[in-house]
C-alpha cells in the first residue's frame, strides 16, 4: 500500500522478522533498504539493535541511520545479513528469555516464603546490579560465575542442577528454534 509513495531517493527502514532486504527491494521497487532487529528495551532508551542495509545505502547515510538507532539504545551494523536472523533470535527474543528466568526466580522466591513485591524486588534488583557490575569490569561470565559460586557453597548447588537439567544446552537449542522460526518467516 505504501509502494506508490516511494521514491528511489528515500530509504526505507524495517523492523519486521524475517523479510530480507531482496523480498523488501523486489516488493517495494527501492533500492536503498535498512533491515533491523530491535528489541523492546527500545522503547526507554536501552535497546539492543542488529541492522544491515542494501549495497545502495552510502556511508553517510549507514551514520545517519545508526545515530537515529543509537537514540534508542545500542546498535550493531552486519553486513551479512543473515545475522539478522540470529539476532532475533539472540537480543530481539532475549527479553522474553530474561523475563522467564526472572519469573522463575520469583517463583522460588515465593515458594520460600516471600511475598510477592518482596520476591520481586529481589529479583529486580539482583538482575539490575549483576548486569550493571558486568559492565563496570572488564571480568568474563565465567569469571564472574567463580567469584560468586564459592566452593561448596550455595551458588555452587544451583550451578549443579543447572548442569545436571542441561539448562546451557536447552538455553542454546531454544535460541536456535528461535533463529530457526525467523528463518521460516523470510520463506
Not at 38 to 64: C, H, W, Y
Not at 123 to 141: D, E, K, P, R
Amino acid at each position: 500500500t505504501i509502494k506508490p509513495f516511494l521514491k528511489d531517493s528515500q530509504i526505507i527502514f524495517s523492523v519486521m522478522a524475517g523479510i530480507t532486504l531482496a523480498t523488501l527491494t523486489a516488493q517495494l521497487s527501492c533500492s536503498k533498504i535498512v533491515r533491523s532487529m530491535p528489541n523492546i528495551p527500545t522503547q526507554i532508551g536501552m535497546g539492543m539493535t542488529v541492522f544491515s542495509a542494501s549495497a545502495n545505502v552510502d556511508r553517510k547515510e549507514l551514520f545517519i541511520i545508526q545515530n537515529l538507532i543509537n537514540t534508542t539504545g545500542k546498535s550493531v551494523y552486519v553486513e551479512n545479513e543473515k545475522l539478522i536472523d540470529a539476532a532475533t533470535a539472540i537480543s530481539g527474543s532475549g527479553p522474553a528469555y530474561v523475563f522467564y528466568f526472572m519469573q522463575s526466580m520469583i517463583k522460588a522466591a515465593v515458594d520460600l516464603g516471600f511475598n510477592e513485591s518482596e520476591a520481586e524486588l529481589l529479583v529486580n534488583q539482583t538482575f539490575m546490579g549483576s548486569v550493571a557490575i558486568q559492565n563496570s569490569y572488564s571480568l568474563s561470565n565465567e569469571e564472574w560465575i567463580r567469584k560468586v559460586a564459592s566452593k561448596g557453597g550455595t551458588t555452587e548447588r544451583a550451578l549443579q542442577v543447572f548442569e545436571k537439567g542441561s539448562l546451557e544446552k536447552t538455553i542454546v537449542e531454544a535460541v536456535k528454534a528461535a533463529n530457526d522460526r525467523a528463518l521460516e518467516l523470510g520463506a
